[in-house]
């Protein structure tokens, strides 16, 4: 099931659907990038690197600040999905409570701002590294949904690939 830490989630073909639009994403918006510079795309910008601080430095408010309250997460390695902002802080908070934790770091490689609806798609790359070595121990790439909400860029949707894994660790 899908459910661990959510207060409500997705069936197993639902999660697979999000997946699966969100991964045909991934290609078609790096074909087509021209990396925007426009205000909104820099707020985004700014917004990813306040939540990967807010990793580094355990700080479970900003990245509430940051997440839309019916956000949904896809990992990379087994594709577990958190449904909900509530889900996903309660999983930074175990992430924050383990010594072996992970540090992330998402890097844009394009935001892409729609003027239709206050959407906008990021497609990057991320790497995890373990707090206490500061080695890489897995990359890959990463597709986001933002949507202006309140007069600010909050994440909807976050899906997660592995690259690869390195140093000998699993990614399993």
Not at 55 to 83: K, N, P, Y
Request: proline residues 4%; aromatic residues 8%; charged residues 25%.
């Amino acid at each position: 099931m899908l459910c661990s830490h959510r207060p409500r989630c997705l069936r197993p073909s639902e999660a697979s659907l999000l997946a699966f639009l969100l991964a045909i994403a991934l290609p078609a918006l790096a074909d087509n990038c021209n990396p925007q510079s426009s205000l909104d795309s820099a707020e985004i910008s700014a917004r990813r690197s306040a939540f990967n601080e807010a990793i580094a430095a355990r700080h479970i408010e900003v990245i509430a600040d940051l997440l839309a309250e019916d956000v949904v997460l896809v990992t990379g390695t087994d594709s577990v999905v958190f449904t909900g902002r509530d889900a996903q802080l309660a999983t930074w908070r175990d992430d924050f409570g383990d010594g072996r934790r992970a540090v992330y770091v998402r890097t844009p490689d394009c935001i892409r701002v729609f003027s239709v609806t206050p959407i906008a798609l990021e497609y990057g790359h991320w790497r995890g590294e373990r707090e206490v070595a500061r080695e890489n121990f897995a990359i890959g790439r990463y597709t986001a949904k933002w949507r202006r909400i309140d007069g600010a860029w909050r994440l909807e949707a976050e899906v997660f690939a592995v690259r690869c894994c390195i140093l000998g660790m699993p990614c399993a």
